[in-house]
């Protein structure tokens, strides 16, 4: 078996690796969380495709049902709806906060019967509603197939009508409850929450800021108007000291972790190669890693002696199980 002690690469790595100093990163609120209230807001709808190239739906009942009856409306007869160029769709779509009657939002479209491609087809006039069954947008308009440049294999049975949904009812969100708003963290983490708090006690004496049920109310001061004081709030900067993580994505080899994420005294081997992770006096040595390692410098010695990213993965799962691993490891 072979064994590579890490220790003998102390000079090369001196000169590939120098020590580097970490320092904290500040971020703003807006960044790391949202006003409660202030969510976007999905709507959805049928509809059909017109102007295809014989690639539509050839058995859908659905399909013929609804020419038929999209013809009737027309003033137009006929028991002979039937096309190849047509195909029945389902239009999904998003809506921001505060969107306004006229506004103009992307639609996709996608089929749901046996149409081969909806490509170069035509989306006629239909409606979105939302979960309460109330219309807030009309779509028309021709279809783009994404990834359709010859580049990049699209799937031709989804596409998107760009700007073609016209808002026709506003949403107008409700954030002030009580004469307060709620600060919601996207990861919530009472670290993070206390530095929110005292930086907000610190600039707004008066807001009262206080922890609760995942969120954090904040009291409307006097004679400050909404919009500055959401925005002031938004724009303050706090060092958020979240749970360390380690993220891998088993398909794509792909593996995201924090500088500091920290490893203790442990052996690993795997295919013939043995990595220690043990005590050390030695200093200067960036080579041997150390009680309290990180798992940057482990990942450094690894690809420098030729480990695949697949090897590294199984490493690090066997660090977790070992408990020597000090993060949260989560695998996609």
Known sequence: MMRIFIISMTAALLIMFPPVSRSEVSV??????FIDGLKPNQVYGFGLVVGLQGTGDSRSMIT????????????????????????????????????????RIDITVSSIGDAKSLEGGILIQSTL???????YAVVQGPLAI???DGKVRGVKTVAVVTGGGVIEKEIIPDIV????????????DYSAADSIIKSL???????????????????????VKLHEFISAIQNIEITPAYNARVVVNERTGTIVTGG??????????????TVEIAKSDKRGSVAHLKESGTVKDLMDVLNLIGLSTRDIISILKALKDAGALHAELIIK
């Open 28 to 33: 703003k609120l807006k960044d790391i969380s």
């Open 64 to 103: 013929r049902s609804s020419l038929k009856n999209t013809l009737k409306s027309l003033g137009l007869e006929g028991d002979d709806a039937n096309s190849k160029n047509t195909a029945a769709v389902l239009l999904t779509a998003q809506l921001p906060p505060f969107v306004r009657i006229g506004d």
């Open 129 to 135: 509603k939302g979960g309460d069954n109330i219309t």
């Open 146 to 148: 994404q990834g359709g």
């Open 177 to 188: 409850k009580n004469n307060a708003i709620f600060l919601v963290l996207s990861n919530w």
């Open 201 to 223: 006690e610190k600039q707004f004496p008066e807001s009262k800021p206080e922890s609760g049920d995942g969120k954090i109310k904040i009291n409307l001061p006097k004679d």
């Open 260 to 273: 500091n994420v920290k490893i203790s005294e442990a052996i690993v081997s795997k295919e013939g190669v």
